[in-house]
């Protein structure tokens, strides 16, 4: 990131890349996971279960 930071205006070499990457992985993660962790918790609170119990559907 650092290397991006400090070469900004080239666009092309490594610098570049990794600090793109770090960027969309930033924007990526919470629509991967803490989106799918969060549906999830919701449905497991309102249905009540705890860990060791079992859904019967």
Do not use: C, H, K
Not at 11 to 28: M, N, Q, V
Not at 35 to 44: A, H
Request: net charge negative; aromatic share 12%; proline share 5%.
């Amino acid at each position: 990131m650092l290397i991006g930071a400090v070469m900004p205006l080239t666009d092309t070499g490594a610098g570049e890349e990794f600090y793109s990457t770090a960027i969309g992985a930033t924007i990526l993660q919470p629509l991967t996971v803490w989106i799918p962790f969060g549906m999830v918790w919701w449905i497991r609170r309102q249905f009540g279960l705890n860990e060791g119990e079992e859904i019967t559907l």
